[in-house]
């Protein structure tokens, strides 16, 4: 969607809704996010009782281009200027720590916030339209707690349905990226160095050759942030990864089992097996590519009745790490899956 196409009306009556106190979703350039005023208790409270969130998860806060860190954040260091002026407007997310005029409401009761400015344009006028251009929207993505995020207005209207828990939802198209924003920790930088809280688009190498210093794994003392449970972006039915020739194989015999399989895949599969199939989907081979369209596949793939969905598990390599966090997740809990269809005796259909 390009700046001549935004519906301006539709942009200031959602502006004026976040205002009011409603919850508003929009699109960003990663997902769909479920956004409200992020420095009215109230407001995020509504967020965390619509997606059924736990309340010490905290939610990401959401800037125009021009909003004043020092407003959100107390002690940034220089590298938080640095990453911002390299990747802003963008799907990074900084953990700084929180300035004491910000609620708590929106850190998990914790002393940092997550802060972004999300590139997509629909974003950008709303938060430019809210407030002045000085507040922050906190929006983590607008599904169910623990479920599929979306990457198209409709995938929010399926999740939350014409109940009015949700007063507007911006269509600004398909999400570009598909996945959720980086996420990297600054909050402790003097003691632990910068800290890779969750993968995405942007690579740990492209932060360390920014700020000359590569983020590290999350250890046990690193702030909670947004999407980081173990199970996270699942759909109903359960979803297994496997790669190579162990995955034909296991198609295979899950055909001649009768199971209902869904698969997700991006190598070209013989036609004879792409037959047995109760549905499939081919993905893009590229890293920005398979990403850009996973959830909307995870999603559709969820509404076949399938007793699994096989997902051919990408390479390993850095450039995957963010597609293959989010596909860990979403099979997380499934382990077995596949032994358990196979042993039993009458075709399963998993409940949703």
């Known amino acids: 969607m390009e700046h001549q196409d935004l519906d301006q009306a539709a942009i200031e009556a959602a502006a004026r809704a976040l205002e009011a106190g ?16 992020a420095e ?25 281009p021009d909003a004043p860190l020092d407003y959100w954040a107390s002690d940034i260091p220089a590298e938080a200027h640095a990453l911002a002026e390299a990747f802003w407007p963008g799907p990074l997310t900084m953990i700084l720590k929180r300035a004491p005029n910000i609620p708590d409401a929106v850190s998990g009761g914790q002393d940092t ?11 950008i006028a709303l938060l430019r339209a809210f407030k002045g251009g000085r507040g922050g929207v906190a929006a983590p993505s607008a599904n169910k707690f623990g479920a599929v995020s979306p990457t198209l207005a409709q995938h929010v209207r399926d999740e939350f349905g014409p109940d ?36 995405g688009h942007i690579s740990a190498e492209a932060i360390a050759a920014v700020i000359d210093q590569a983020p590290a794994a999350p250890d046990a003392a690193a702030p909670r942030a947004s999407g980081t449970l173990e199970s996270h972006y699942a759909p109903h039915t359960p979803v ?14 899950l055909a001649a089992a009768g199971r209902k399989v869904a ?3 991006y190598s070209e599969m013989p036609p004879n097996q792409m037959q047995q199939m109760h549905a499939a989907l081919r993905l893009p ?21 399938a007793d699994v969905i096989l997902v051919e ?17 979403a099979a997380h809990g499934s382990t077995g899956i596949v032994h358990g269809l196979l042993n039993q005796s009458t075709p399963h259909s998993p409940a949703v």
């Open 164 to 199: 009015g828990t949700v007063a507007m939802v911006l269509d600004g198209g398909a999400s570009q990226v598909g996945i959720e924003s980086t996420i990297v920790d600054l909050s402790r930088l003097a003691t632990h160095g910068p800290v890779l809280l969750r993968p």
């Open 313 to 329: 598990a990408p390479p390993q390599d850095g450039a995957w790490l963010g597609v293959n966090d989010r596909l860990r997740r």
């Open 263 to 265: 698969l997700i895949h």
């Open 240 to 253: 297994a990864m496997q790669d190579g020739a162990r995955l034909r194989h296991t198609l295979h015999e």
């Open 40 to 64: 009215n208790p109230a407001a995020v409270a509504a967020i965390y009782a619509a997606k059924g969130r736990p309340q010490d998860h905290p939610v990401i806060v959401h800037l125009a």
């Open 285 to 305: 081979a590229t890293p920005d590519g398979f990403a850009h369209a996973l959830y909307a596949a995870l999603r559709a793939m969820d509404n076949h009745g």
């Open 22 to 37: 409603a919850l508003v979703a929009f699109p960003t350039e990663t997902v769909y996010g479920l956004g409200a005023d």
């Open 113 to 123: 916030v997550g802060l972004r400015c999300p590139s997509h344009p629909v974003a």
